[in-house]
Every structure is written in C-alpha cells, then in structure tokens.
C-alpha cells in the first residue's frame, strides 16, 4: 500500500491511536456531557474546531514563537478558540449551551488539545499538523458519540432523542447518571483491549507461520 | 527532536513581545466574537424569560421586572446584580393579572430553580416551570416532564402554605398531589415555593395598588411610581 | 437554611467533583495508586482550589464585571502565575511543607478541576466566604474519592485479576462503583 503522509496522520487518529480509547486523553470534558448523543455531538464538534484550529495556527506560527513561552503561546490561543465557541454555541443553539453549561470552557484543560500542540503541530508543517488534528479530532468526536448512543440508549431507550423500543422498555437509570460514564468507558475500554490482545496473538501466530515455512 | 526552530535563545524582550502580542489578537478575536453574538445572545434570554413568564401567568401578554426598594416595588428595566426580581405579568390592555416569582432552593441533587405565577387578588398559585434542575433523570426530573403535576400548579392556594401530599390523597385546595417516585423532588419544589412567598408577601403591595404597566424601553410614567 | 452546610456537604458528597463532575480525573487515574501519594496530591488541590477561589472572586469582583468575555482567559492566567508565585514563596519559607506538596503544584495548575471550581464558583454567584467553603468542599471531596480509589486499587494489586481487564479498564469501573455508592448522599438536605 502506498503511504501518503498525510493521510497517514489523519488515520492514525481514528482508530490506531484513538485519543479517548487507545490514549485515555481528555476524559474530563468528555465523560460529563456524553448522557445523550446530542450532546455528545455538541461537545465532540466543539473541541472539534478548538483543536483544528489551534494547531493551525501554532504550526503556522511555530517558527515564530519562542521555544521559552511556548506553553503560554499555546494556551492564550487554545482558550481564544474556546471562548470563540463558546459564545458561538450560546448564540447559536442556547438550548444545547445550557446543557453543556460550565464543560464548554473545560475544553481548555482537556489535556488532549494541549498534548497535540506540544507533541506536534509545534513540530510539523502546516498541512500535516492539520491532518492530524483532523484525525485526532474525529476520533475523540467517534469516541463520544459513541459513548453518548450507548448512554443514550440503554439509559433512555432514545437516539438523539427519538425512542426506539416500545413502551415496555424500562430504562436503565443509571446508564445516564455519573457511574454510567465509568462503567460505559471501562467496559469499551476492556472491549479495546481484548481486541488487541487478539490482533497480537493473531500476528504472532503468522509471524510464527512464516518462520516454519522459510 | 526538531523543536520549535530557534536560532540561539532570544531576548527577554522578545519573550515578553510575543505574550503581549498574542495577548493583543486573541483581546481582538475574543472582542470580535463578544460584540458580534451579544445581540442574539441578549435576545435568547429575553425571549426565554418572556415565555417562561408567561406560561406561568396564564392570559399575560406583557411583562416588566420589578424590584423592592425603599419599601415599595419599582419597575426597573435593567436591575442591579445580586437584587432580587419578580416580573409583573399584564393583560393586553394593561390590566395587572400576577406576579412570576423566581425561587430556587436545594433539590435531590443539586439546587432548583423555579419560576412561579402568583395571583396576589386570589391568593393563588396559578402555574410553575422549572428553570434549572439537575434532578434524577427518570425519577426526580418528573418536576417538569410530569404534565399532571404541573398542572397541579394551575390552581393552587398558598395560604397558609402548599403541602405536597400523597397521590391520590389531595382534599384542600392548598395541596397537592406529590409525583409517586420523586417524592422528595416535589417536596423540594413546594417548599421552595412556600419559602419564596414567605419572603415575597410581606414587600407586595396590596391587591389593587399594584405598579402599573410602563411601555418597556421607555422613559417611566409618573403613575408607575 | 444553613447555606455554608448544604454548599460544602454539596461540594464534598453530593455533588463530588470527581465522581459527579468527572473533573481532575486525570490525576485521579494516573497517581492514585499508593495512599501516600494520594493524600498529599489531595492536600495540594485542596489548597490550590482555596487560592482559586480567591482570586476568581477578586477577577470577578474587579475586573470581570466589566469584561466577561475576559473571563476564560483571565482565570487561566492568573490562576497559573499565582500558583507559581506562591511555589516559590513555600519553597523559601517551609522546605518541608514544600517537599510535602511542591512537586504537585505545577502539575495541578493545569488541571480541570482547578478551572471547573472557578468557573462553577462564578456561574453560581458565590460570594467570597461562600466560595471558599465551596473551594474547601470540593478540595476536601477530591482528597476523599482519591484515596478511597487508592485504597481499592492497593488491595487490587494482590488479587489475581484477569490481565485483559487490569488498568484503567478496572480502574474506571471501581470509580463507577465508588460514585453509585456516592449517589446515595443525593437528597441528604432535602428530606429535611
């Protein structure tokens, strides 16, 4: 398969180096919100635009800020783009702004944006740190929205609010409540890591395969 | 490691010029946004406060927010932070019909916030919307999504104080009927209630003398005084 | 009612920053896996939390109120540069008390739950006494759900659990068990 650089960075995101299920990065923000699809969305298209456009401009910049000030520099720019969201969301769609509340500016300290910055869109041009932001960020979006259907489902019986099951579905309370967040992430978090224990075994039986045929 | 390129390590002075520059667009960019969503955002609230006022206040049309100062309540159009304000509700042709009562209090979880419509000339509750909760969802979050609980509100005489009461049970018309499940929520609802119009009816005027209804945004008449 | 009380009961149970709010869970996974360790992370943010509150009552007092769109940046900034001044100022003064807690100070700074108390402080309109009971709740809260993780995870090292499941995988259901159980301080100053 041919490599393609960029398209490399924007896949690794995705699924190889997931930031929430493969990184366990920047579960703060991420655990609170996803009680329901929608604003797992929200949040996800959020941090979406903060990360994207940090590392836009940090790698576009990155030759002309100082190596001494750098985590400042990172900061003042992370927390404009939130506050730019921020108010955006409030203007926009104030229902869902009320719903996330105080998380919106929390998106600051999630440890995810700050980590790309530092580790590379300081490092890499412009095109490639924005691929990889892009990966990096539809992977966190992917892993909160999946999050918020599983919460949303079992815990409400409802997909971005419309029910599926019939009356008779009794749900399960607790999926939306705080111990759902812990329980739905360690579970998928379990399910990763079978699946890799499996992909591991699989791969050294054909490496162990290819040894006995040459 | 290729860090970020820097040729020798600058001067202090560029340090601090890069923070002050950076500091300075991201004052503009956040000026910019500021500026360009407060009018919708001002509008959102102002039409969330209309609605939920007059869903309270059933036949209400016209609204303005009063405060109590100086022993008598005041219209104000834009009421100092931390002052307690109740909006008074008016018919189309002015007439006054009620009051819409913020209140909140300690809930299951977390603090509720209410609004309520009080008609001081019946001494009634004539309808309640919860405004914030983060009560049990399924459970305790019946304060607002159960519809026969708030209509319960439609009608409901204050004096001397609500008691929320077993489904099924009510027989005054100073109770009500509590949500089977979200017993403490709805306690919590009526309760912040009572405490409210304990604080509220001693600063009333009384039915009859209420301030009278000022065109909003413009300068006050003397009659509303 | 008592207002202090039902702010700092909230603060510590009902409402646990980690367990409800999901905040500062990032320490909260990666050191809590020694009591020791634990407890002086907790007394670190305890303390934090308090300078917190101050000066996001004094940002909010003097300079917010005019410009709240400053307020993100404001908190971020000020909150870090007076975390590092008083670092410095401890590790003049008191050497052991900074041996105690220094190392954490500038790991704490830029954690959510530092930020989330300012901000959650500010949206509830805390007045300065009640943001420092609110600042002590939530620190004294945090403390708490990290060294009960601590204590689970201390015993879990010695018992033989699947390997598929040892990690942060087992660490987040312990935390979910841990907040179910704090669901049942939910309604302590309602029934009242």
């Known amino acids: 398969m041919k490599k393609n650089p960029s398209r490399e960075e924007l896949l690794k ?46 790698s576009t910049f990155r030759h002309l800020i100082p190596k001494q000030v750098r985590i400042s520099c990172f900061i003042i720019i992370i927390a404009t783009f939130v506050t730019i969201a921020d108010y955006t969301l409030l203007a926009l769609v104030p229902g869902v702004h009320k719903e996330l509340g105080a998380f919106i500016p929390l998106i600051v300290a999630n440890c995810l944006i700050l980590g790309r910055q530092e580790a590379f869109a300081s490092r890499y041009p412009t095109k490639l740190a924005v691929m990889d932001a892009i990966g990096m960020a539809s992977g966190f979006v992917l892993a909160l929205l999946s999050l918020g259907s599983v919460r949303e489902i079992l815990g409400d019986g409802a997909l971005f609010g419309i029910k599926l099951f019939g009356e008779n579905f009794e749900p399960w309370v607790i999926m939306i409540l705080p111990p759902g967040g812990f329980l739905t992430l360690g579970v998928i978090l379990l399910f990763f890591n079978w699946f890799k224990s499996k992909k591991d075994e699989f791969l050294e039986e054909v490496a ?6 040459s | 490691m290729n860090a970020p390129a820097n040729t ?22 956040i000026i910019g946004i500021y500026e360009s969503t407060l009018p919708t955002i001002t509008l959102n609230k102002a039409r969330e406060l209309r609605e939920a006022v007059f869903k309270v206040l059933p036949g209400v049309s016209q609204m303005q927010a009063l405060v109590h100062r100086d022993g008598e ?5 834009s009421p100092d932070k931390d ?6 509700g008016h018919d189309e042709q002015g007439q006054f019909v009620g009051y819409a009562v913020p209140a909140a209090g300690p809930g299951f979880q977390d603090t509720i916030a209410i609004l309520y419509g ?13 405004l914030e909760s983060r009560e049990t969802p399924g459970l305790g979050d019946k304060i607002y999504k159960d519809a026969e609980w708030v209509a319960g509100f439609g009608a409901l005489s204050i004096e001397p104080e609500i008691f929320a009461v077993k489904k099924g049970t009510r027989s005054q018309p100073n109770e ?35 301030p009278q209804f000022e065109a909003a945004g413009q300068a006050p008449t003397e009659s509303g005084q | 009612m008592d207002n202090f009380l039902w702010i700092f009961v909230s603060a510590l149970l009902v409402n646990n920053f980690v367990l409800t709010y999901f905040l500062g869970l990032c320490p909260f996974l990666g050191v809590s896996n020694s009591l020791e360790t634990s407890a002086r992370l907790g007394l670190a943010t305890t303390f934090v939390m308090l300078v917190t509150a101050v000066c996001a009552w004094l940002l909010n007092t003097y300079i917010l109120v005019h410009a709240p769109y400053l307020r993100l940046i404001c908190f971020i900034v000020v909150i870090a540069s007076t975390v590092q001044f008083i670092e410095m100022l401890i590790k003049k003064l008191s050497p052991a008390l900074f041996r105690a807690m220094g190392i954490f100070l500038p790991l704490i700074t830029t954690n959510c739950a530092i930020l989330g108390l300012a901000i959650f402080a500010t949206n509830r309109g805390y007045g300065f006494w009640q943001g420092i009971v609110y600042a002590l709740g939530a620190g004294i809260g945090f403390t708490l759900a990290l060294v009960l993780l601590a204590g689970l995870r201390e015993e879990s090292e ?8 040892k990690g942060t995988a087992m660490n987040l259901i312990i935390a979910g068990i841990l907040s179910m159980a704090f669901m049942g301080f939910a309604g302590l100053f309602s029934t009242t």
Request: hydrophobic share 50%; charged share 10%; net charge neutral.
């Open chain 1, 13 to 58: 995101g995705i699924w190889r180096d997931n930031p929430v299920f493969v990184q366990v990065l920047g579960m703060c923000p991420m655990l609170a919100v996803t009680n329901s699809a929608i604003n797992a969305v929200a949040m996800g298209m959020a941090t979406f635009f903060v990360l994207v456009g940090s590392s836009f401009l940090v």
């Open chain 1, 208 to 213: 162990a395969a290819q040894r006995s045929e």
């Open chain 2, 8 to 29: 020798g390590s600058p001067g202090s002075l560029r340090l601090v010029s890069t923070l002050a520059i950076a500091g300075l667009l991201s004052g503009i960019a």
């Open chain 2, 73 to 77: 309540l005041v219209v104000v159009t």
């Open chain 2, 83 to 88: 002052e307690p304000v109740i909006y008074g």
């Open chain 2, 118 to 130: 009080y008609k001081p000339s019946e001494k009634l509750v004539v309808g309640m919307e919860v």
């Open chain 2, 176 to 210: 009500i009927d509590a949500i089977t499940g979200a017993t403490i929520s709805s306690k919590a609802v009526v309760r912040i209630i009572n405490e409210a119009h304990a604080q509220w009816s001693a600063l009333l005027p009384a039915p009859g003398s209420e």
């Open chain 3, 158 to 165: 010695l018992s033989d659990v699947p390997k598929l499941i």
